[in-house]
């Protein structure tokens, strides 16, 4: 796992996450983040990829050993 010291990370007392997952600069991107669907997905994918994570590290014990859905609107 690679470790950096991130201005925004620095001081905090509880584990953190910090990605990047689009830039407003690409025209696609920026359409992506407008829209509440493409916001969803967005907010959706990095729920799974952290409870994959939590469960593929053994972090986390859930019911099934597939991680659980992230929940809907």
Known sequence: MRQAPFVVLI???MPSILTEVAFLSNPQDEKLLKSPEGRQAV??????G??????????VA???????????E
């Open 11 to 13: 001081g905090g007392s």
């Open 43 to 48: 907010a959706g994918g990095l729920y799974a």
């Open 50 to 59: 952290m409870s994959k994570y939590l469960v593929d590290t053994n972090s």
């Open 62 to 72: 859930f019911a099934s050993e597939k991680a659980p859905a992230p929940p809907s």
